[in-house]
């Protein structure tokens, strides 16, 4: 079994930056994507970026195209989101999940396999 941890969020005024943290361990060998997905106050959940475990291939949601950025440390078995330029839109509980069956589309990460972290709040004030 693979075990997330996710840190970074906060509290960010409209504009600024945060940058969010996965860490994977256990069975990352299994893992082919990971993904960031968000649900905000009375929103349905929404896939945000995702990246293929070589770091290789990377997917935005239009939503956040040109202002989010997701990397990885191979090393670390970390993945990151950088968000800049931060709008109250933006507020939601973020999560990391993997996928052992491909990267850009969010079915990936909720079938059999599929691992999710413990979410983390991000809140932009406006």
């Known amino acids: 079994q693979v075990q997330l941890v996710e840190s970074g969020g906060g509290l960010v005024q409209a504009g600024g930056s945060l940058r969010l943290s996965c860490a994977a361990s256990?069975?990352?060998?299994?893992?082919?994507?990971m993904g960031w997905f968000r649900q905000g106050p009375d929103k349905e959940r929404e896939f945000v970026a995702a990246?293929?475990?070589?770091?290789?291939?990377?997917w935005y949601a239009d939503s956040v195209k040109g202002r989010f950025t997701i990397s990885r440390d191979n090393a670390k078995n970390t993945v990151f989101l950088q968000m800049t330029s931060l709008k109250f839109e933006d507020t939601a509980v973020y999560y990391c999940?993997?996928?052992?069956?491909?990267?850009?589309?969010?079915?990936?990460?909720?079938?059999?396999?599929?691992?999710w972290g413990q979410g983390t709040q991000v809140t932009v004030s406006s």
């Open positions: 256990g069975r990352t060998w299994n893992i082919y994507g």
């Open positions: 990246i293929t475990w070589s770091g290789s291939n990377t």
């Open positions: 999940a993997t996928s052992n069956l491909g990267y850009s589309q969010s079915y990936y990460y909720t079938g059999p396999g599929g691992v």
